[in-house]
């Protein structure tokens, strides 16, 4: 079975910059989450879709940030425009459920350097 | 609200030596706990969880955690650690009233050869 994938792997870009990242799930999960995780800290929930309706988006910076899940499998996490405190780490992880004692399956992520 | 607390940034122990990773959360509801483990240049992977049922959850690979109600705690153990085990160690909550899961900041364990 094949994981949860995510590119870029790595993107370094100026501030006020635009940036894209793009995840797909594992095939049949219907939920899926987006996570900033910043250096020192645990991941923090961004949005979590079910199919591809947004279940909660309450820490989702939308000044800045938008996402989507079309047809509910791929989904792609937009950061317009970037500020440097935007530098983390974004995780993609999916499920196959929306309950939340559902495991969690997380991508590799996606590094960005926000100069 | 819920919150978990992981006081140890890091935890440096001998490879064959035992271990103990420690996390306390609070929440006001009932809860569902787990710890999920990252390898180097890996991504994130359940190691445990636990969601009803005996306190005492165990892993495959050795791990054992166990729920404690009263201190609110749900402490990572496991009594012979291998070169292998080194990662970062992330426990977090999932409560009914929250309807997310909170990650703790992680604990990283160095095994020294």
């Known amino acids: 079975e094949a994981g949860v994938a995510q590119s870029p792997r790595y993107k370094i870009i100026e501030k006020r910059q635009s940036v894209a990242f793009w995840c797909n799930p594992i095939?049949?999960?219907?939920?899926l989450y987006w996570y900033q995780q910043i250096l020192g800290q645990g991941p923090k929930l961004l949005i979590q879709?079910?199919?591809?309706?947004?279940?909660?988006d309450s820490q989702l910076p939308k000044d800045r940030f938008s996402a989507e899940r079309l047809k509910g499998v791929d989904s792609t996490l937009k950061i317009q425009p970037a500020k440097l405190e935007d530098s983390a780490v974004y995780l993609c992880?999916?499920?196959?459920?929306?309950?939340?004692?559902?495991?969690?399956?997380f991508g590799p992520g996606t590094r960005l350097l926000v100069l | 609200a819920q919150s978990v607390t992981q006081l140890d940034s890091q935890v440096p122990v001998f490879e064959e030596a035992p271990v103990e990773l420690r996390c306390n959360y609070s929440?006001?509801?009932?809860?569902?706990l787990f710890w999920y483990v990252q390898y180097p240049n890996q991504g994130l992977q359940l190691l445990l969880k636990?969601?009803?049922?005996?306190?005492l959850v165990k892993s495959i690979n050795g791990f054992e955690a166990e729920f404690n109600k009263s201190q609110t705690s749900f402490h990572l153990r496991k009594p012979s650690v291998h070169i292998s085990d080194t990662a970062e160690y992330f426990c977090?909550?999932?409560?009914?009233?929250?309807?997310?899961?909170?990650f703790g900041t992680g604990t990283k364990l160095q095994v020294i050869p």
């Open positions: 879709f079910q199919n591809n309706g947004v279940v909660d």
């Open positions: 929440s006001s509801v009932s809860v569902y």
């Open positions: 636990y969601l009803s049922g005996s306190t």
């Open positions: 095939s049949g999960h219907a939920t």
């Open positions: 977090a909550v999932f409560s009914g009233g929250y309807q997310k899961v909170t």
């Open positions: 992880a999916s499920s196959w459920g929306r309950q939340g004692v559902e495991t969690q399956y």
